[in-house]
């Protein structure tokens, strides 16, 4: 094996940590990828053997690329974003493999989306310090911020996700449990019954793509009723694991239509995100909308 060869594995054992935090960051995988790889290059350019640790060095690395493409992806935006904008869904039918696993986040897409209202830094300070570990005097740079001022990003950005996404239920079993009792009553049209298993302040997200028009709604009764109505889109469902928690695939006439993520929370439904959008969903594994 050449140098090249031998760096390239190196990275290769780091790059589904890299994908991660760049996930994380990004909240699409095509973007999460394309950072990885601007990583790479910018290793093979480098003096790897000066790197005591590379594992610290590519984090750092991929953390100041995701913060360039979240200050440019703001910076040229011009229309304001649809009403409802979900992070890609990692959707794997079953128990997650290992790579899916650690790319998906334990409180499924609910993070993700509330990690999008937080400004560049202080993503980047939370999602480095909080999720993956990051000292603040590594963190300080990428931001140009002191370490304090950078702790104090993390803070503000650790307080709004609290807020907004507290912790769910962890027993993916109980999840599903739970999920099932959600379909069987909004395919029979129980209006009680779905009541009863949605938490009072059930918020729910759909996005329907840049060309439609997302939805949001909160509150049980509201959401009741759009769950009945939507129930007869789709001809088959499929329980998935949907960014590590229960999860449905939604199909008809062979083709999907859409993919919903459950936060569930002292048992009951909290929140429904659902992507509905088409060529986001063309996007994922067919096999999942197979009959």
């Given at each position: 094996m050449d140098e090249k060869e031998l760096l390239a594995s190196r990275f290769a054992d780091h790059r589904d940590h890299l994908t991660a935090v760049a996930y994380?960051?990004?909240g699409s995988l095509s973007e999460a990828e394309d950072a990885v790889q601007e990583a790479w290059l910018r290793l093979s350019r480098s003096d790897a053997d000066a790197i005591e640790n590379l594992r610290a060095w590519l984090t750092t690395v991929v953390g100041r690329v995701c913060l360039d493409m979240l200050r440019s992806r703001a910076a040229r935006r011009e229309e304001p974003l649809p009403e409802v904008r979900l992070p890609d869904?990692?959707?794997?039918?079953?128990?997650?493999?290992?790579?899916?696993?650690?790319?998906?986040?334990?409180?499924?897409?609910?993070?993700?989306?509330?990690?999008q209202t937080l400004s560049p830094a202080e993503r980047l300070a939370f999602v480095l310090h909080d999720l993956f570990g990051v000292p603040f005097d590594e963190i300080a740079p990428i931001v140009g911020r002191t370490p304090a001022t950078a702790k104090k990003l993390?803070?503000?950005?650790?307080?709004?996700?609290?807020?907004?996404?507290?912790?769910p239920d962890t027993d993916l079993a109980?999840?599903?449990?739970?999920v099932e009792a959600f379909l069987t009553a909004a395919r029979g049209g129980d209006f009680e019954a779905l009541l009863a298993v949605l938490d009072p302040?059930?918020?729910?997200?759909?996005?329907?793509?840049?060309?439609a028009a997302g939805v949001r709604a909160r509150g049980a009764a509201t959401v009741a009723r759009s769950a009945i109505v939507g129930a007869r889109a789709a001809d088959r469902v499929r329980h998935v694991v949907v960014n590590g928690v229960a999860g449905l695939v939604e199909s008809s006439a062979g083709r999907p239509v859409g993919v919903l993520a459950f936060t569930i929370r002292n048992g009951r439904v909290a929140t429904i995100d659902i992507l509905t959008d088409p060529v986001r969903l063309a996007r994922l594994d067919p096999a999942l909308f197979e009959e």
């Open positions: 994380r960051m990004l869904p990692i959707v794997a039918d079953g128990p997650d493999p290992e790579r899916q696993a650690l790319i998906a986040d334990s409180v499924g897409l609910a993070l993700v989306v509330v990690l993390a803070s503000r950005a650790r307080q709004r996700v609290r807020g907004a996404a507290p912790a109980g999840q599903r449990r739970v302040d059930v918020e729910l997200r759909v996005d329907a793509g840049p060309a």
